[in-house]
């Protein structure tokens, strides 16, 4: 198992940015596909975003394509999540993930094939 744990999150207005941080440690960090997932009051937990092991593909739920980037640091055992251009809409609690197995595609957007979850961390974006 990796331990994860989120930070950046907070209330902002829309238009403006937060940058999550998801520190690892336990198994070796770089060889997993590393995924951010939103859950909205009452809904399914739904992908956001993932990074391949290496961090050369991205991949991204439409809804966020253009205004979120996803990037890792290796050696900081570190994913990240730039949100620009936030709505009201984004507002949920953000978890990062990491995969279940070694270099994942970075294309699968099921929460069953991550098996590590940080605690989640609170975006409330105001109108």
């Known amino acids: 198992q990796v331990q994860l744990v989120e930070s950046g999150g907070g209330l902002v207005q829309a238009g403006g940015s937060l940058r999550l941080s998801c520190v690892a440690s336990g198994r070796t960090f770089s060889v997993y596909t590393m995924g951010w997932f939103r859950q909205f009051p009452g809904k399914e937990r739904e992908f956001v975003a993932a990074?391949?092991?290496?961090?050369?593909?991205?991949y991204y739920a439409d809804s966020v394509k253009g205004r979120f980037t996803i990037s890792r640091d290796n050696a900081k055992n570190t994913v990240y999540l730039q949100m620009n251009s936030l709505k009201p809409e984004d507002t949920a609690v953000y978890y990062c993930?990491?995969?279940?197995?070694?270099?994942?595609?970075?294309?699968?957007?099921?929460?069953?094939?991550?098996?590590?979850w940080g605690q989640g961390t609170q975006v409330t974006v105001s109108s």
């Open positions: 990074i391949s092991w290496s961090g050369g593909s991205t």
């Open positions: 993930a990491a995969s279940k197995y070694a270099r994942l595609a970075v294309t699968t957007t099921r929460t069953s094939d991550y098996g590590s």
